[in-house]
């Protein structure tokens, strides 16, 4: 998968539902020490599952594996969190597929 570090655009170009998994891998990898870098990368990579048009049930195993993939220190976790409430009510998430899946509490 490193080999797709430099392809970035590419693998954002895709439909293909494996480009957010190696994407998530990338970005996990990129953001070891980043914090911040990685909660906005995780709210990307969600708004990108959404917007993508996948099926619900793929939204939800995708977010649980970016949930295990980019893990966020707690106080992040609590941001993260706000934008998903957020990224709910931009994308008019009237059927419930972030706020049900991505809702830890």
């Known amino acids: 998968m490193y080999d ?43 708004r990108r599952l959404y917007e993508r048009g996948y099926k619900r049930q793929h939204i939800l195993d995708l977010f649980r594996f970016l949930d295990w993939v980019l893990v966020l220190p707690e106080e992040l976790e609590k941001q993260f969190q706000v934008e998903l409430d957020h990224l709910v009510v931009s994308l008019n998430c009237c059927d419930g597929v972030l706020s049900e899946g991505c809702h830890k509490i």
């Open 4 to 46: 797709y570090r430099d392809r970035q655009a590419e693998l954002e170009q895709s439909d293909n539902i494996f480009a957010t998994v190696v994407m998530a891998h990338l970005q996990s990898q990129l953001t070891h020490d980043e914090s911040g870098a990685r909660l906005h990368s995780k709210v990307h990579l969600l």
